[in-house]
């Protein structure tokens, strides 16, 4: 990995030990257009945008209820409450971290058995004294010991969650929460305060990033690119898509990132194993993520001469993201991005159908509140504001050209226009 990205790693890091990435001034304006008093969340991004902690159960129990929790306030924004076992506050949430303004309700085990009385402690990885401990098991033993005297340990999950609720000035209020767990221990315990599903308000907060997620932002999608660009160099004629899948694997983590998906030739299934072609033109278009933030990155390549179509569809892409590129600015529709984008390759005369697909970019690789259909979440038709980072996706949806084009950066849009997360690059990779 290039010693730039490693000091910007260790900047980033420290960064993410002393506080959330999350915008707290825009998480107190959208609180407050949807009249929450607070927030209680368990999926492992929304705790991770809170904390600056990916919850380790989440990664080994995929699919399961959540078993750590963030609280947040409007009232004291900045005070967070954490809910989580007392093993894992010892065994992961202290590792790396010693903050202030996390206060910490511990339980022993999972389940809601309404008991509140004071449960006993267990004393996790006991000291032997055969040798002095390592500076990490006295940071987790100091951790645990702080977090335990600040208040009594909790028999199970359900009554660790009911008291922070209650403690934090929530339970009469209007809080909002996203998983049903949160909502059936509250309305067990009778809960007098109004619970409001906040899937869709955590999205929205998401969409205008703070200072510290434009970084984390920044950081990802530059390993991305150069990653993406070292697969493109290393297309030849005889190669697989999953040969180039694996190679897009492995130049990510070289760079600190990992892989979410890349789609070759308009294909992103692992289980396609046709061949590259000579004379063939066919699109690279990448994902993925340092700590949880999303790179997102497409290029087209020429193996060798392409077709005069393919070609043209090439420049096609190419000429009418920057045309949006040169336009972008707050108070845009999507829609107006995507009349554009049409607009600039109908008045050029390309005669090419392009696909252009605004979305905002983050902690997943499309992160917007959805419009609500049915039950469904319909692609809203947002307006830009300063501080969201978009891709505009430009591909080439004609077919019969000799292959296929695109072309992709990540913007933020600023106070008065918008500028590239990462550095630019041609939009042809030749072969």
């Known amino acids: 990995m290039p010693k730039s ?117 267990y004393d996790f990885c006991a000291d032997q004294q055969a040798v002095p401990l390592s500076s990490l098991e006295s940071h987790r033993r100091t951790a645990l010991d702080a977090g335990l005297e600040q208040r009594q340990s909790f028999h199970d999950a359900g009554a660790a969650l009911v008291r922070a609720i209650q403690d934090m000035g929530l339970w009469k209020g209007r809080i909002g929460f996203d998983d049903a767990v949160i909502h059936e221990v509250a309305q067990r315990h009778e809960m007098p305060g109004d619970l409001v599903q906040a899937d869709n308000i955590l999205r929205e907060i998401r969409l205008i990033k703070s200072p510290l997620e434009i970084a984390l932002m920044g950081r990802a999608a530059e390993a991305n690119v150069h990653a993406l660009n070292a697969v493109g160099a290393a297309v030849r004629a005889g190669a697989t898509h999953r040969d180039l899948q694996a190679l897009y694997l492995a ?44 790179g997102d990155y ?16 090439a420049e096609a892409a190419a000429f009418g993201w920057s045309a949006i590129r040169e336009q972008l600015r707050p108070g845009l529709r999507y829609s107006e991005i995507v009349a554009m984008g049409q607009e600039a390759v109908t008045k050029k005369g390309f005669g090419v159908t392009i696909g252009f697909g605004p979305h905002s970019v983050g902690l997943a690789h499309t992160d917007e509140p959805g419009e609500l259909a049915g039950g469904f979440y319909r692609k ?51 072969i």
Request: charged content about 20%; some cysteine; overall charge negative.
């Open 5 to 121: 990205l490693q000091s910007d790693d260790a900047r980033l890091l420290r960064a993410l030990e002393s506080r959330g990435p999350m915008n707290q001034e825009r998480a107190l304006a959208v609180m407050d257009a949807h009249g929450l008093d607070g927030i209680v969340v368990g999926a492992p991004e929304n705790v991770f945008h809170v904390t600056g902690h990916w919850p380790q159960i989440a990664r080994t129990r995929i699919g399961q209820p959540p078993g750590t929790f963030a609280v947040l306030t409007r009232r004291n924004i900045e005070h967070i409450g954490l809910v989580t076992s007392s093993f894992l506050y010892f065994y992961t949430w202290s590792d790396g971290r010693a903050r202030e303004d996390v206060e910490p309700w511990l339980y022993n085990g999972l389940g809601d058995d309404g008991d509140f009385s004071p449960a006993p402690r």
């Open 298 to 313: 497409a290029r087209t390549v020429f193996v060798g001469e392409p077709t005069a179509a393919a070609r043209r569809a």
């Open 251 to 294: 130049e990510t983590a070289a760079r600190g990132n990992k892989a979410v998906f890349l789609n070759v030739d308009r294909v992103s299934s692992e289980l396609f194993g046709e061949t590259i072609k000579d004379g063939q033109a066919l699109f690279l278009d990448g994902v993925s993520h340092f700590m949880n933030y999303h």
């Open 380 to 430: 809203p038709d947002l307006i830009l504001e300063p501080g969201m980072i978009i891709s505009v996706d430009c591909p080439v949806l004609d077919t019969g050209i000799g292959g296929s084009a695109h072309c992709e950066d990540l913007m933020l849009i600023t106070a008065d226009g918008a500028e590239p997360i990462h550095s630019l690059h041609e939009p042809v990779i030749i």
